[in-house]
Nanobody
Framework: QVHLVESGGGLVQPGGSLRLSCEAS????????MGWFRQPPGPERPENER?????????????YYPDSTKGRFTMSRDNAKNTVYLQMNRLKPEDTGIYYC??????????????WGQGIQVTVSS
């Protein structure tokens, strides 16, 4: 059974920074691409409707970002620690939400996510 556990969320002022971590267990972590997604405040969305935030391939050599986070967020991974990270800088109130990490079913990012963490709250507010 694959488990993904996020940590590092909290309350931060606009313009501030946070770093999220996601530790995986239960399979060979380095075989899979990983992604970060978020659920904005409001009605809960199904997994396939969560907002894409960042993704990284199995080795960390390729990263992917939507326009909303490009230049502000950086995703990385440490395969020796079975962990991915999301460094978030210049945070905005619209970045508020529940952040989820997810494991792709392939080594290069495909967008087909097989496993999800439980989510962690990030609040950007003064």
């Amino acid at each position: 059974q694959v488990h993904l556990v996020e940590s590092g969320g909290g309350l931060v002022q606009p313009g501030g920074s946070l770093r999220l971590s996601c530790e995986a267990s239960g399979n060979t972590f380095s075989n899979y691409a990983m992604g970060w997604f978020r659920q904005p405040p409001g009605p809960e969305r199904p997994e396939n409707e969560r907002e894409f935030v960042a993704a990284i391939n199995w080795s960390g050599s390729s990263e992917y970002y939507p326009d909303s986070t490009k230049g502000r967020f950086t995703m990385s991974r440490d395969n020796a620690k079975n962990t991915v990270y999301l460094q978030m800088n210049r945070l905005k109130p619209e970045d508020t939400g529940i952040y989820y990490c997810a494991q792709d079913r392939t080594a290069v990012y495909s967008g087909y996510l097989d496993y999800w963490g439980q989510g962690i709250q990030v609040t950007v507010s003064s």
